[in-house]
């Protein structure tokens, strides 16, 4: 069920992603928030640190897991502003974060609803992770496109 609160923290997320599109990243942003508070934050870095691992969600993971000194983040909602891929979406069920919430969907390569539903039960994992999406949609998807159009632009 989608609140104010998630509103109010894909807006965070949303102001990470902007920073990632100031660098000339992929602009996506994610927050993590544990018992109200966010815990971490990160954007898009692979193009500047030349990292495939460089997605903000494994980032922002990673600053968690350091910031809380534990790699279990059963009580944490992870917001992103697109929907992780399936790389993202493992670290994701690893962490056991509890819940997911992203803004718009990834066609290509998104691991949640689009290309494959990595949560559904079907897979058996041990661990269940809650999504909803659509959280500021519009925003995030038209930072995307501006985005890659002016990439197209560029060329």
Not at 99 to 119: C, D, H, N, W, Y
Request: hydrophobic fraction near 40%; glycine fraction near 4%; charge should be positive.
């Amino acid at each position: 069920m989608i609140s104010n609160q998630d509103q109010y923290y894909m807006g965070l997320a949303l102001k990470e992603a902007q920073k990632a599109y100031a660098k000339d990243e992929v602009p996506v942003g994610c927050v993590i928030v544990q018992n109200n508070q966010v815990i971490a934050r990160a954007h898009n870095m692979r193009q500047l640190h030349h990292d495939v691992l460089g997605h903000a969600e494994i980032r922002a993971i990673k600053k968690a897991t350091k910031k809380l000194n534990s790699w279990i983040l059963e009580d944490a909602t992870l917001y992103v502003t697109l929907e992780p891929c399936l790389m993202c979406a493992g670290a994701i069920l690893q962490a056991r974060i509890k819940r997911v919430v992203f803004a718009t969907l990834e066609p290509k390569f998104g691991a949640i609803q689009s290309v494959v539903q990595i949560f559904n039960d079907e897979y058996h994992f041990n661990h269940h992770v809650i999504v909803d999406s659509g959280v500021c949609q519009e925003e995030a998807s038209t930072l995307l496109k501006t985005y890659f159009q002016n990439k197209r632009h560029k060329r």
